[in-house]
């Protein structure tokens, strides 16, 4: 089933369509913002600082807008 929705044409067109979506806002995030590396060790503190960070990613993105 899984390989069926994946070599469908939608499933195609959205696989094409995600990797251009998310390296520009990476790629936002690491040039544009600064960021290299966490500050933070552990899982939950690594989530909340990556949840900061998209955060702020999107208020810029509004504030332009």
Do not use: P, Y
């Amino acid at each position: 089933k899984a390989r069926n929705l994946l070599l469908s044409e939608e499933g195609i067109a959205h696989r094409k369509r995600r990797c251009w979506d998310v390296e520009a806002v990476f790629g936002n995030i690491k040039q544009n913002m600064g960021f290299k590396r966490f500050m933070l060790r552990g899982m939950d503190k690594v989530t909340t600082e990556i949840g900061l960070i998209a955060m702020a990613h999107n208020l810029r993105k509004f504030s332009i807008a």
